[in-house]
């Protein structure tokens, strides 16, 4: 399971290329918390290096927002 501090990696991955053909993420049942998608959406997100467009899915994870 996908923990802030994974996420963070995973985030900084996607940054430097790695999901550059990314359509559709599913990130549902993790232990993922509001910290870490802060560091998802300013890291992977912000940086552009995703595909426009792509579909991000998140449940069942630690959010409070």
């Known amino acids: ?5 994974s996420i963070e990696v995973f985030a900084c ?3 430097a290329g790695a999901m550059a053909n990314l ?3 599913y ?3 993790n232990n993922i918390g509001d910290e870490g ?7 992977a997100c912000a ?5 426009a467009g792509a579909a ?10």
């Not at 399971?1 to 501090?5: H, K, N, V």
Request: aromatic letters at 6%; charged letters at 15%.
């Open 56 to 65: 991000i899915f998140v449940s069942d994870t630690n959010l409070t927002v």
């Open 1 to 5: 399971a996908l923990t802030d501090a």
């Open 27 to 29: 990130l549902a049942e």
């Open 13 to 15: 991955a996607c940054a």
């Open 47 to 51: 940086s552009g290096a995703m595909t």
């Open 23 to 25: 359509r559709e993420l």
């Open 37 to 43: 998608m802060r560091a998802f959406a300013s890291t």
